[in-house]
Structure formats: C-alpha cells, structure tokens
T-cell receptor
C-alpha cells in the first residue's frame, strides 16, 4: 500500500490564484481530513469527510473547498489564494472514528 | 469553543531519563485521545491512543494516562533516547467521532 499520498510536495502561488491540493489513500478508509500547520504551531482542521459524498467544516474552513466523490480521493481547493494561506498542508485518513489516523507527507504552500 | 492544549511548549531531558508530556482538554464529552509524534519535515506519526473508559494504556516504552476528573492526559516515555526528540501532539476526538482536533504541541529535546 502507498498509504496517504499528496501532490504536489511544494507549490508557490501568487495572491488571487487558485489551485487544488491532491490527496489519495489506498487503504479504503472512510474518514479523511485536511489540516494546515503553521510554523511552531499545531495542526488545525480545515475540512473533513466521514465517507464519499459527505464533507463537513473543521476549525478553519474559510477560503477552502473540498469534495469527496470517491472513497480514495479528497482534494482541497483554494479558490483565491491569500498570503495567510501560506502553510504546510497535511491530508490524513482513518478507517473509522476510533482508529489510528495516517498522515500524508504534506504539501508546502507559499502564497506571494 | 473547544480546545486541546498542552501545559509546556518545550521539554528538555537527559538521555535515559523518563519524559512526561502533559495535555489538557476542555470537552467532557470527548471519548478518545491520541498522541502523535512529529519529526522535522515529516507528517505526524501515531504513538498511542486511549478510550475514555480507560485510565491507562501501555505501549512499547510509552504509557498514556487519562484523568477524566481534571480533564488531563499525559504521555510518559521511558528511558528517553535521542531518537525521541520531536514535537509531540495530543489530539481529541469529538463531535461523534468526526473531528480530530490537535493541541499546540510540546517539543521534546533529548540531551546525550
């Protein structure tokens, strides 16, 4: 199993540009989440999904959209990038509520 | 709102000593807690978890203690090694298992 994969690893955007961060898992996990991590801080939940077709907001959802059309994929969209969205983004998945959550390697995003 | 926080942002210990990392949570309805380790440039890695119907759980060199009365969680690492140097996060599962919320993190530094 590849586990949780994220692309790209690094990205630089200009303010106002849009882009999609990709996340995929091959473990048939129902739960998937997106977090952002700013320097010296913990992980903050952006959006999460408990199954295909179901998404919900986390702690810091503004400026981000998600969809979950398949079990495997959970893309994160930035509609109009802002410098405040400069961060490291982690995708994660787990089988169900009370199971170990696996993290991807992260995407380092810089918005100029 | 809810918060999962840590008492100390940094902890420095001598190699071979035991380490104790603390965490406080505010939601009395939280029923699942997880400890993660994050090394520089990597995604968080699961260490150990505990359900709210337990007070203690042991793993390999690690023990998690849960005190529901004072809403306190701790991670004990026995015979701390240089490879244990990392940032440690506690996380709390709430909202009926959907949201996994992370605390700020404690940076553990092991002196040889």
């Amino acid at each position: 199993n590849a586990g949780v994969t994220q692309t790209p690893k690094f990205q630089v955007l200009k303010t106002g540009q849009s882009m999609t961060l990709q996340c995929a898992q091959d473990m048939n996990h129902e739960y998937m989440s997106w977090y952002r991590q700013d320097p010296g801080m913990g992980l903050r939940l952006i959006h999460y999904s408990v199954g295909a077709g179901i998404t919900d907001q986390g702690e810091v959802p503004n400026g981000y959209n998600v969809s979950r059309s398949t079990t495997e994929d959970f893309p994160l969209r930035l509609l109009s990038a802002a410098p405040s969205q400069t961060s490291v983004y982690f995708c994660a998945s787990r089988e169900s509520s009370y199971n170990e959550q696996f993290f991807g390697p992260g995407t380092r995003l810089t918005v100029l | 709102g809810e918060s999962v926080g840590l008492h100390l942002p940094t902890l420095s210990v001598q190699e071979g000593d035991n380490s104790i990392i603390n965490c406080a949570y505010s939601n009395s309805a939280s029923d699942y807690f997880i400890w993660y380790k994050q090394e520089s440039g990597k995604g968080p890695q699961f260490i150990i978890d505990i359900r709210s119907n337990m007070d203690k759980r042991q793993g390999q060199r690690v023990t998690v203690l849960l005190n529901k009365t004072v809403k306190h969680l701790s991670l004990q690492i026995a015979a701390t090694q240089p490879g244990d140097s990392a940032v440690y996060f506690c996380a709390d599962l709430n909202n009926q298992g959907g949201k996994l919320i992370f605390g700020q993190g404690t940076e553990l530094s092991v002196k040889p």
